[in-house]
């Protein structure tokens, strides 16, 4: 599978269109696959397609080892990115897409799936440590830094202590947790939107850190 992912990189870069400059990357974190779609680790995924929808864009233009898309908030042009890396290596695409513009990670949002966050509840920081997520244990490796605002959405914690990890954020939503969700993911979609309009996170923790 990884070896198809790579192939499509490798003849397809070229056809995206890399005209104008975008003053922001936001990049929702997951993992490619449909055997991977509806899990906790794709919460980055979903909030990516709700405001991609919500922006009228696509994110499916293959570069930065991503799937990318051009969208524009109150006039600021965004690069919308979905790594295909795979959780654990998502720096590689957000360091390779914020050196190519030239983007400061002050100015890439990052929005993953948090545990320690019931379901229904997203939290929104300026900074802050990896807090155990792999994905941003990679990029806060490769961009040697951690001042960058993320978005993150709670998926719940282990029903038990001795559930292994793994399985957990790999496993998928129930029809309940759905729907319980989806309040979290357009609240997610509005904070992204707010940290953009104000040119940083101070009024969007104050909206959404319900």
Same mark, same amino acid.
């Given at each position: 599978?990884?070896?198809?992912?790579?192939?499509?990189? /490798? &003849?397809?870069?070229?056809?995206?269109?890399?005209?104008?400059?975008?003053? !922001?990357?936001?990049?929702?974190?997951? &993992?490619?696959?449909?055997? !991977?779609?509806? %899990?906790?680790?794709?919460?980055?995924?979903?909030?990516?397609?709700?405001?991609?929808?919500?922006? &009228? @864009?696509?994110?499916?233009?293959?570069?930065?080892?991503?799937?990318?898309?051009?969208?524009?908030?109150?006039?600021?042009?965004?690069?919308?990115?979905?790594?295909? %890396?795979? *959780?654990?290596?998502?720096?590689?695409?957000?360091?390779?897409?914020?050196?190519?513009? #030239?983007? =400061?990670?002050?100015?890439?949002?990052?929005?993953? $799936?948090?545990?320690?966050?019931?379901?229904?509840?997203?939290?929104?920081?300026?900074?802050?440590?990896?807090?155990?997520? &792999?994905? *941003?244990?990679?990029?806060?490796?490769? @961009?040697?830094?951690?001042?960058?605002?993320?978005?993150?959405?709670?998926?719940?914690? #282990?029903?038990?202590?001795?559930?292994?990890?793994?399985?957990?954020?790999?496993?998928?939503?129930? #029809?309940?947790?759905?729907?319980?969700?989806? =309040?979290?993911? $357009?609240?997610?979609?509005?904070?992204? /939107?707010?940290?953009?309009?104000?040119?940083?996170?101070?009024?969007? *923790?104050?909206?959404?850190?319900?």
């Amino acid at each position: 599978m990884f070896n198809n992912i790579r192939y499509l990189f /490798e &003849n397809h870069e070229k056809k995206i269109n890399t005209g104008g400059q975008p003053e !922001y990357i936001i990049a929702g974190l997951g &993992n490619p696959g449909r055997e !991977y779609q509806d %899990t906790r680790h794709n919460s980055g995924f979903m909030v990516l397609d709700r405001l991609s929808q919500k922006l &009228n @864009t696509t994110v499916t233009q293959l570069k930065f080892k991503s799937l990318c898309g051009d969208a524009v908030i109150a006039g600021k042009r965004v690069l919308l990115i979905k790594p295909q %890396t795979f *959780m654990n290596v998502s720096g590689e695409a957000i360091k390779e897409a914020a050196a190519f513009y #030239k983007i =400061p990670l002050l100015k890439v949002i990052v929005i993953y $799936d948090d545990i320690s966050l019931p379901i229904g509840k997203i939290r929104v920081r300026p900074k802050g440590s990896d807090g155990g997520h &792999n994905g *941003m244990k990679s990029i806060i490796y490769l @961009t040697a830094t951690d001042v960058f605002p993320r978005v993150k959405v709670g998926v719940g914690q #282990k029903p038990r202590p001795e559930y292994d990890l793994a399985a957990w954020v790999l496993s998928k939503f129930t #029809k309940i947790e759905t729907e319980q969700l989806s =309040p979290a993911l $357009d609240a997610a979609v509005l904070a992204v /939107e707010e940290i953009v309009i104000q040119g940083g996170t101070y009024e969007a *923790m104050n909206k959404y850190n319900n």
